[in-house]
């Protein structure tokens, strides 16, 4: 089975400084993968998604992601922190059987 | 369009008692899901949906059970609530097939189970 893993479980941040959300996968074939974000008391939304192509995606909110075969990696980066950005970000595979596999959520802080 | 809602927003249940959480999508999506969420634990898939009279298990479906009679409604109903029942609960649902589509989400249902 796909796994998931976020090293980070807290992510604190200065508004307007830069952001990387780690995220690692396994996965034999090449992965659909994804980004989602759960801003308090809401459900989620979804931030960007890889399927193929160009390794480097572009999401809603100034997000991108970036695919790294060779690593297992789809680390999620922001240039310029907000304060609205503050929230728990989710990393998640495409399992295959319509299912998908979380990980555990990064928490992010951003101070002012 | 209201997407994806999910009623009540909170509940609180003794052991031993049974309740339905609603779930309704007014997008025409063919595939829903339940999640399960537990303080760093991610989201544990406990059912899902691919169409209306179609319902298959997730990861955690024990203590669970759903019905999908329409294309915009997948009740999840649990039996004999138990503490460890109590968590968030997330109902989605996706245009095609989940693990490759956006999954439009609820704001989910708190629940708590003493």
């Known amino acids: 089975a796909q796994s998931v893993t976020q090293p980070d479980i807290h992510i604190t941040v200065s508004e307007g400084a830069s952001l990387e959300l780690r995220c690692n996968y396994s996965y034999g074939a090449t992965p659909y993968l994804f980004w989602y974000v759960q801003s308090p008391g809401q459900g989620l939304q979804l931030l960007l998604k890889y399927f193929s192509g160009d390794t480097l995606v572009q999401g809603i909110k100034g997000f991108e992601a970036e695919f790294k075969r060779s690593q297992s990696s789809f680390n999620l980066r922001k240039p310029s922190v907000h304060w609205s950005d503050a929230a728990e970000y989710f990393c998640?595979?495409?399992?295959?059987?319509?299912?998908?596999?979380f990980g555990a959520g990064t928490i992010l802080r951003v101070k002012s | 369009n209201a997407g994806v809602t999910q009623t009540p927003k909170f509940r609180i249940l003794k052991i031993g008692q049974s309740m339905t959480l609603q779930c309704t999508q007014d997008?025409?999506?063919?595939?829903m899901y339940w999640y399960r969420q537990d303080p760093g634990m991610g989201l544990k898939l406990i059912y899902y949906s691919v169409g209306a009279g179609i319902t298959d298990k997730g990861e955690v479906p024990n203590g669970y059970n759903v019905s999908r009679s329409t294309t915009e409604d997948f009740p999840l109903r649990l039996e004999l609530a138990a503490p460890s029942q109590t968590s968030v609960y997330f109902c989605a649902s996706s245009r095609t097939s989940g693990d490759t589509d956006t999954q439009y989400f609820g704001p989910g249902t708190r629940l708590t189970v003493l």
């Open positions: 998640a595979v495409g399992e295959g059987g319509n299912k998908l596999v």
């Open positions: 997008m025409n999506h063919n595939y």
